[in-house]
Nanobody, 120 residues
């Protein structure tokens, strides 16, 4: 009922920049949180950045000052601009969108994942 399509990612040298984008589609009545998570090999999935419905944003400490999350509610898109990338940022990045379908049914959808590799 809800589909997320991610774009972006790839290989970049340390200090470089990448932008990830995610578009949501389906029978969505409203969206609350739009965020990005990442999972490195052998590690648990962790929050990178989240944009809340009230306009607030949350960043993991590791990304503060280097990452910018933005959303377009009309287009149902969320982007993550990543600057000054470090090798430890290497991971699969997942888009996460939460909200409501018809009849106030909640949804919590995940993108397919985008590989980000930062070389030293």
């Amino acid at each position: 009922q809800v589909q997320l399509v991610e774009a972006g990612g790839g290989l970049v040298q340390a200090g470089g920049s990448l932008t990830l984008a995610c578009a949501a589609s389906g029978s969505i009545m409203s969206i609350t949180n739009m965020g990005w998570y990442r999972q490195a090999p052998g590690k648990e999935r962790e929050l990178v950045a989240n944009s809340r419905a009230d306009g607030g944003v949350d960043y993991a400490d590791s990304g503060k000052g280097r990452l910018t999350i933005s959303r377009d509610n009309a287009k149902r898109t969320v982007t993550l601009q990543m600057n000054s990338l470090k090798p430890e940022d290497t991971a699969v990045y997942y888009c996460n969108v939460q909200g409501y379908l018809a009849r106030l049914r909640r949804f919590d959808a995940w993108g397919q994942g985008a590989q980000v590799t930062v070389s030293s």
